[in-house]
């Protein structure tokens, strides 16, 4: 058993002729050493351990998010494509001068500060959702310029709004349009919801010409829409 960020795993070590050692890790929690026959034990845990973060960051994308934070106060993790954020909240300043900071720690760990006096849920959630979406239409918009050009197509214009049951649409004009939650996301995720709208510049439906024009772009599409579906349902609390 491995202890992952309070999370376990059983861990599977399959010995062979091989030379090098490779790591994998299993949705189901799961991590599988196929290691050379020579290598010792304590070796092998050492190979975990140097890689631990890149595993678990895997594990995490494609394992379905447990629940959410009961509501936005001082210590909740919340989701970011670039990794979790810690919610810092400073009793300091009135609610018109409120102020919200983003930082990334040299060791990693992300926060996001909010300078308040005030403890009202919905103008906390006011905040923090004022960031996410800057931070989310700064991102779609240079997802959306770089896969155009990848996919020969074009668009007009990029909202981003707060939808509950659509993470994205195109206008026959040309719009298009996202939900802010997708920048909670893996990464991954966003490309997919990215694609599939500019897809539908070219097909107004799902045709299978449609999901040719996705796959020429993401092979593993499915997988990402797999994951968008299981999930999904998750980032509508928020």
């Known amino acids: 058993m491995f202890t992952i960020e309070k999370e376990e795993f059983t861990v599977q070590v399959i010995y062979s002729k091989r030379k090098s050692a490779v790591l994998e890790l299993k949705a189901e929690g799961k991590i599988i050493a196929?290691?050379?026959?020579f290598l010792p034990d304590l070796e092998v845990r050492r190979l975990i351990e140097d890689n631990k973060f890149k595993l678990y960051k895997k594990y995490k994308e494609f394992c379905p998010v447990e629940k959410r934070p009961e509501s936005y106060y001082n210590g909740a993790v919340l989701p970011f494509v670039l990794g979790?954020?810690?919610?810092?909240?400073?009793?300091?300043g009135s609610r018109e001068t409120a102020g919200v900071y983003y930082r990334k720690s040299p060791d990693g760990s992300r926060t996001l500060t909010i300078e308040t006096m005030s403890e009202d849920t919905?103008?906390?959630?006011?905040?923090i959702t004022g960031w996410y979406r800057k931070y989310a239409k700064e991102t779609l918009q240079r997802k959306a310029?770089?896969?155009?050009?990848?996919m020969q197509t074009d668009y007009k214009r990029i909202t981003v709004r707060e939808q509950r049951t659509r993470w994205g649409s195109c206008s026959s004009k040309g719009n298009l349009n996202f939900n802010w939650k997708l920048i909670m996301m893996p990464e991954m995720v966003i490309d997919y919801v990215v694609v599939h709208e500019l897809a539908h510049r070219?097909?107004?439906n799902h045709s299978p010409s449609f999901w040719k024009e996705v796959e020429k772009v993401l092979?593993?599409?499915?997988?990402?829409?797999?994951w968008l579906k299981k999930n999904g349902g998750y980032f509508s609390f928020y």
Do not use: G, N
């Open 145 to 150: 310029s770089y896969y155009s050009v990848k």
């Open 219 to 226: 092979p593993d599409y499915k997988e990402r829409r797999s």
């Open 202 to 204: 070219k097909y107004m």
């Open 34 to 37: 196929r290691v050379p026959s």
């Open 122 to 127: 919905e103008f906390l959630r006011e905040c």
């Open 84 to 92: 979790d954020i810690k919610l810092v909240i400073k009793k300091q």
